[in-house]
């Protein structure tokens, strides 16, 4: 089964400042690769699919990249609606399995 | 609009069974699969397993066979998850998610079902 890595676990920011998560398989899967925002007592959203492509409506400051088995989100300049926990999700198995999240805080 | 509308908080007793209901509208229910995801308090997101909305048949993840039922109604196009014998550690909110396809990720979200499992 594939296993997916995410670091850092928590990450303490500021509003304004540019912001990177990183999510790693345990083996290549392309670009099957999705990223979700959850805040508190909220349902997951998705942000990203295919690595890179952006949800409608999701602003443009939201980023992936990656392919194999390295991908990452960036956040170019946090604003407050940021903060909330990030997981990113393989859609290569069919298994969907989800990284054990990243939780953005407010420094 | 699209959206999926799951039941209300349930609280069970341990060797209860529960079953949760995800009513989806504003789109055609057998286009897409339907997943489950569950969620521990303070916890991460585990997936559970997916129902084929055309064919109903349901795929389930590890830790998932046994105790678990997907199933749903198309006629209502109303999706089910059936969890047996509850324990404690059951204790989680359930998600009901679409698929948007082509392994593109969960696009719609139900709220989220809270089961509690105490005596």
């Known amino acids: 089964d594939i296993q997916m890595t995410q670091s850092p676990p928590s990450l303490s920011a500021s509003v304004g400042d540019r912001i990177t998560i990183t999510c790693r398989a345990s083996?290549?899967?392309?670009?099957?690769l999705n990223w979700y925002q959850q805040k508190p007592g909220n349902p997951p959203k998705l942000l990203i699919c295919?690595?890179?492509t952006l949800q409608s409506g999701v602003p443009s400051r939201f980023s992936g990249s990656g392919s194999g088995t390295d991908f990452t989100l960036t956040i170019g300049s946090l604003q407050p609606e940021d903060f909330a926990t990030y997981y990113c999700?393989?859609?290569?198995?069919?298994?969907?399995?989800f990284g054990q999240g990243t939780k953005l805080e407010i420094k | 609009q699209v959206q999926l509308v799951q039941s209300g908080s349930e609280l069970k007793k341990p060797g209860a069974s529960v079953k949760v209901s995800c009513k989806a509208s504003?789109?055609?229910?057998?286009?897409?699969?339907m997943n489950w995801v569950r969620q521990a308090p303070g916890q991460g997101l585990e997936w559970m397993g997916w129902?084929?909305?055309?064919?109903?048949?349901?795929t389930y993840g590890q830790g998932f066979t046994g105790r678990f039922v997907f199933s749903l109604d198309t006629s209502v196009s109303t999706a089910y998850l059936q969890i047996s014998g509850l324990k404690g550690e059951d204790t989680a909110v359930y998600y009901c998610?679409?698929?948007?396809?082509?392994?593109?990720?969960?696009?719609?979200w139900g709220q989220g079902t809270m089961v509690t499992v105490s005596s």
């Open positions: 998610a679409r698929n948007s396809g082509d392994y593109r990720g969960f696009d719609v």
């Open positions: 295919a690595a890179s």
């Open positions: 999700q393989e859609s290569y198995s069919s298994l969907y399995t």
């Open positions: 083996q290549s899967i392309s670009t099957y």
């Open positions: 129902i084929n909305t055309n064919s109903g048949h349901p």
């Open positions: 504003g789109y055609t229910f057998t286009t897409y699969a």
